[in-house]
């Protein structure tokens, strides 16, 4: 009996690894951010076109995560991870990734890899029966060898339907730079900085390494593409210089929030006086408490340009976190009217106003924050803070109702199931808040029960 288990064992460990084949988003932090929000969307917005899906029909995620990396997992949107933004020397190269990932979303790739899983399994449930009737007849050494052959055998067929989609996406990345007149230039480069990785860490270039590889070799890839690319006529067209400064100042952020204070000083020394610099130093003074230093770095930016909204949302993000927030409110006023009351920094502003606990601001407070939850209602903060503007009104049903958005959001859904019962309870029947309510509590009960069943 102990050969078929270890059989059994073997398979369900082959099905799982083909699984983690096509789920390359795991349980990541998502980064948010308005202006690199907007950057991001602005450098997607022309391929998205070009694909024939539209400007703002594509969604790009900003993962934290160091890894070099990029992927879609379903719908119209494109994850990128932090590592790559930082990588990355420009935001043409970047748009190249945007452009071949977006290839994977035209092929419909995820829907299909549900295919190549198929044909897997099925290569390894005849490698299954094969062994086992081997075994049963006495010869078990050969039905292990069946059974580990069908293994090879099942992820080879994997990983080559994987290279055929990748090879897809590399074409269509091509013809949507293409049609969107953007060089390619950028994409060739990026290319490259993965060779020179592969180079470094010992991966195999070789041609008989391709079979256990996901995606095509890398030096294939380039020369395929860098012929294409040469014969386009914005080969040789220089990139949009403002985006490519935009790119830099958010480079820079990114880099001053995620990376250890020191390690920021390092790379963006104060003899560095230019935006970008002074962007991430702000950001490192700020992690290590040197509150001065950190709003003198703004001081610096504001005066360099009084109305930028991302400039003055900074001050007074730093001012609001120092335990300064009646001084944070000005700043972060003008950021939010300066931006149309975009939601993230409408709700940081609604957060300071919260964060000065005078009463006479929570009017506002709850203008602001209603107006951030209407246009992006997946933003846990803003309706927690809209939940105790409600709860400092004495409108409990409804700061019930925000907590319950807040918790299903948080995946907290035992805690939303009874945050929302109790606002139904609470709200005058058939309004719109009241159907809210109810829609939150069936939805949070029924994925208790999937979560109960799957125990």
Known sequence: MRAPIRIIARLAALLA???????????????RD????????????PLSDAAGLGKGAVEIVLVQDSSINAFVAGGQRIYIHSGLINAADSANEVQGVMAHELGHITGGHIIRSSEGIQQATNITIVSLLLGVAAIAAGAGDAGMGILAAGQQAAMGKYLAFSRVQESS????????LSKAGISGRGSIEFFKKLQNLEFRYGVSQKDDATYSRSHPLTGDRISNLQHDYERDVAWNK???????ERFQRAKAKLYGYLANPQETLRAYPVTMTGIPARYARAYAYHKDAQVDKALAETTALIEADPHDPYFLELEGQILLESGRPREALEPLREATQLTNNTPLIATTFGHALIATED??????????????????????FAWYQLGVVYAAQGDMPRARLASAEQQSMSGQMEEAMRSAQAAERGLPTGTPDWLRAQDIAMTAKAELERQKKRK
Do not use: C, H
């Open 34 to 45: 308005a202006e690199t929000e907007k950057l991001l969307q602005d450098m997607v917005d």
């Open 17 to 31: 690894a083909l699984q983690l084949a096509i789920q390359p988003a795991a349980a990541q932090s998502v980064l």
């Open 169 to 176: 996406a590399d074409a269509a990345g091509v013809e949507y």
């Open 359 to 380: 009463s006479a601001n929570f009017a506002e407070a709850e203008t602001v924050l209603k107006a951030a939850v209407t246009r992006d209602r997946y933003n846990p």
């Open 238 to 244: 220089p990139s949009d210089p403002e985006l490519e």
